[in-house]
T-cell receptor
């Protein structure tokens, strides 16, 4: 079974500041990990994913995440926040191809001018 | 990336009526589609998994007679909320996974905001 924990349901940063959204997972098998972004009343857009290979993954809009097996973490970062980054972010895990995604509780990112 | 179209984006219906939500994969064939429900300020909860040509698999606590899922083709899955009640008001999101791919990415529809009055 898989589970995902996102620490902090709300994160507030100033524009230009570092963004760090935390995600820890548990999985009985090597996981595939994802970060999605959701804007109000919209579906989910994939930011980035880790399947195999390089543990530092770069995604769209300047986001990146690092898979740390020893820490069972997949934290999402962005060096400099932009107002347009304000949204809900979800971390998700799946045990492999063809399986459903298990989502974390989500983190609402607020960006202050 | 691949496109999943969900329709309608918003629907308001009267209590006791049924509502059908469509999820279409526009540029790929989806052997598996997932239906999620999202309550305000909460995460996505998987309702059911549907595979083309077979019956959907429902998660525990989801009434299969209330939430009818049909996945009749490789590009279309429908969710019908039967005899809707105000407590069924929610945001419903589908996602589709392409067949014959080693990539585990699932593509999401835009979601449907259902309001039952």
């Amino acid at each position: 079974a898989q589970s995902v924990t996102q620490l902090g349901s709300h994160v507030s940063v100033s524009e230009g500041a570092l963004v760090l959204l935390r995600c820890n997972y548990s999985s009985s098998v090597p996981p595939y990990l994802f970060w999605y972004v959701q804007y109000p009343n919209q579906g989910l857009q994939l930011l980035l994913k880790y399947t195999t290979g390089a543990t530092l993954v770069k995604g769209i809009n300047g986001f990146e995440a690092e898979f740390k097996k020893s820490e069972t973490s997949f934290h999402l970062t962005k060096p400099s926040a932009h107002m347009s980054d304000a949204a809900e972010y979800f971390c998700a895990v799946t045990p492999g191809a063809g399986n459903m995604l298990t989502f974390g509780g989500g983190t609402r990112l607020m960006v202050k001018p | 990336g691949a496109v999943v179209s969900q329709h309608p984006s918003r629907v308001i219906c009267k209590s006791g009526t049924s509502v059908k939500i469509e999820c279409r994969s526009l540029d790929f064939q989806a052997t598996t589609m997932f239906w999620y429900r999202q309550f305000p300020k909460q995460s996505l909860m998987l309702m059911a998994t549907s595979n083309e040509g077979s019956k959907a698999t429902y998660e525990q606590g989801v009434e299969k007679d209330k939430f009818l899922i049909n996945h009749a083709s490789l590009t279309l899955s429908t969710l019908t909320v039967t005899s809707a009640h105000p407590e069924d008001s929610s945001f419903y999101i589908c996602s589709a996974r392409a067949r014959e791919t080693i990539d585990t990415e699932a593509f999401f529809g835009q979601g449907t905001r259902l309001t039952v009055v």
